[in-house]
């Protein structure tokens, strides 16, 4: 076999292996909610989630419970649920929403995050932009 040949098939192996591994981070998206302040996880359909922006206060992000979601893994997701809130007693809002706009793990990991939420109630839709990379402080 020729040299050129070996190139041409070693380039083929390595295509394969990088499509399949894009397709495979693609096919699994992730939500990343904040259990405390300065943690961030990677969730796939959670069923509560509070999320808060990358150096924001409380009243910038959303505290939500009682997910049920339609469409995980697509482009864009639907939810139903509650908004809670940040203040005992807790709020028990019915909202509805969705996420979008798949992007990469911006810290470099093979994760596809959603970022961008949007919430309605009482008529008003509010966007929240989680954390974009798992860990970040």
């Known amino acids: 076999m020729s040299n050129r040949k070996r190139l041409a098939a070693a380039i083929a192996v390595v295509l394969v292996v990088l499509l399949k591994g894009s397709t495979a981070a693609a096919s699994e998206p992730r939500l990343i909610c904040n259990p405390a302040l300065d943690v961030a996880i990677a969730t796939e359909e959670p069923e509560r989630c509070m999320i808060l922006p990358p150096r924001a206060s409380f009243t910038e992000g959303l505290n939500l419970a ?72």
Not at 96 to 108: F, S
């Open 66 to 137: 009682q997910l049920q979601w339609r469409g995980w893994g697509s482009g864009r997701a639907r939810f139903r649920g509650v908004s809670k809130g940040f203040h005992r007693p807790y709020l028990h809002l019915r909202v509805t929403g969705y996420v979008d706009r798949l992007r990469p793990d911006r810290c470099g990991g093979p994760l596809m995050i959603y970022t961008r939420v949007r919430l309605r109630f009482d008529g008003r839709t509010y966007t929240v932009t989680p954390q974009t990379c798992v860990g970040q402080r």
